[in-house]
């Protein structure tokens, strides 16, 4: 346990970093977001609506992203124990929301590609789709409520462990300038080679999930910190544009279990995800990460 002398020098360690203007104060952001997962969280128990499954799926990453921040701070309490079991219970309830999420956006993409002036087989293929994946959210929802219940009380206690073993360094400051070199130096460590053959599928989808959690990182400087906000916009763009692809992707393979590689809707899902393809790999090459 730290004495009050030393949890005083580390508070005052910290301010000292903070001597240039703007800095993020992580352990504040972190509470934060730790608070908007529990309401993510009450919200979906009462009723998994797209809202709130969209905004629990993306607290889980915010506090992924934070987590991985701290990590990269020297004079941080250690807090690996619970740390480690909060990140496990954090990606069970991430994947479970992501399924529900990612169902919702296959039918609104379905949605905005087959409106209701379009030709009758679209418009059967379309109904049926839908259909189907309106079944799929169905039970997809009834199995993250069963796990919010499960798990809920498990993963508060470890985050709230986490918020009690980081309180002496709460007023923690980051220079701004320090933050976004701290944000590029973790996304290039993290960013997966790509392989011998190429950029596949999977090899895209990381550098995507990579981004998305440099991103998050990145936003903890205030909006007046220029570098680290324009950091954080082009790791969104590399997000989004990725994840507009896969979101297509997947869909596509969907509609060519349910339906068959040569439904008219299949085939308009397949030019979409090239399309989307060459957009991504696009925002790759002139993507400036400086």
Avoid at 249 to 273: H, N, P, Q, W
Wanted: aromatic share 4%.
């Amino acid at each position: 346990m730290q004495s009050p002398a030393s949890a005083a020098g580390k508070r005052k360690e910290f301010a000292l970093m903070a001597s240039s203007t703007p800095s993020a104060h992580p352990v504040r952001s972190l509470r934060e977001q730790v608070t908007a997962l529990e309401a993510a969280i009450t919200l979906c128990v009462a009723e998994p609506n797209a809202r709130p499954v969209h905004r629990l799926r993306t607290m889980t990453r915010r506090i992924e992203g934070q987590l991985a921040l701290l990590a990269l701070l020297s004079g941080v309490p250690d807090y690996g124990k619970p740390a480690d079991k909060a990140r496990k219970l954090l990606k069970r309830l991430r994947r479970s929301a992501g399924e529900v999420r990612d169902i919702d956006v296959q039918i609104d993409l379905i949605e905005s590609i087959v409106p209701d002036g379009s030709p009758q087989p679209l418009k059967k293929e379309k109904t049926k789709l839908q259909g189907s994946l309106n079944e799929d959210r169905k039970g997809a929802a009834g199995k993250l409520v069963k796990l919010l219940g499960r798990k809920q009380s498990e993963l508060t206690l470890a985050l709230e462990e986490i918020l009690d073993t980081l309180e002496p360094v709460n007023d923690l400051s980051i220079p701004a300038t320090k933050l976004a070199s701290l944000t590029q130096q973790w996304f290039a460590h993290n960013t997966p080679p790509e392989p011998k053959g190429g950029a596949d599928a999977d090899h895209l989808h990381e550098i995507r999930k990579v981004a998305k959690l440099a991103r998050y990182m990145a936003e903890n400087a205030p909006k007046s910190a220029k570098r680290s906000r324009h950091l954080a916009r082009s790791f969104e763009d590399l997000q989004q544009s990725g994840g507009e692809w896969h979101d297509w992707l997947v869909l596509g393979a969907i509609a060519r279990e349910r339906l068959g590689g040569s439904s008219a809707l299949t085939l308009v899902l397949d030019e979409r995800s090239q399309a989307a393809l060459g957009s991504y790999r696009e925002q790759l090459r002139d993507v400036v990460i400086s």
